[in-house]
């Protein structure tokens, strides 16, 4: 059974910064990779930044420049550097981790971390 549980979500000050955590009890994700989602109050789920094993990264559009993702595979751990936030970064933050179902689907998600900006 694999668990992810996220930490480091708090209420900051616009432009401060958090740095997200994710853990992971059995890392199974070398093939498809990890990633952060977050929703936001009354809007979709939305995929914020993704790394693979190789260390390849993507970003949505609003965070990059800002947030930066980050793996640490021995310690089976990911994170989400968030720099300059912003109000509309507010949301519930979650890390998923993908894996081979035919394609890369996000099978395994954490129970999510709050993060609000004012």
């Known amino acids: 059974h694999v668990q992810l549980v996220e930490s480091g979500g708090s209420s900051v000050q616009a432009e401060g910064s958090l740095k997200l955590s994710c853990s992971v009890s059995r890392y199974i994700f070398r093939r498809c990779g990890m990633g952060w989602y977050r929703r936001a109050p009354g809007k979709e789920r939305e995929l914020v930044s993704s790394i693979k094993s190789d260390g390849t990264r993507n970003y949505a559009d609003s965070v990059k420049g800002r947030f930066s993702i980050s793996q640490d595979i021995a310690k089976n751990t990911l994170y989400l550097q968030m720099n300059s936030l912003k109000t509309e970064d507010t949301a519930v933050y979650y890390c998923?981790?993908?894996?081979?179902?035919?394609?890369?689907?996000?099978?395994?998600w954490g129970q999510g971390t709050q993060v609000t900006v004012s």
């Open positions: 998923a981790g993908s894996i081979w179902i035919g394609y890369c689907a996000p099978n395994y």
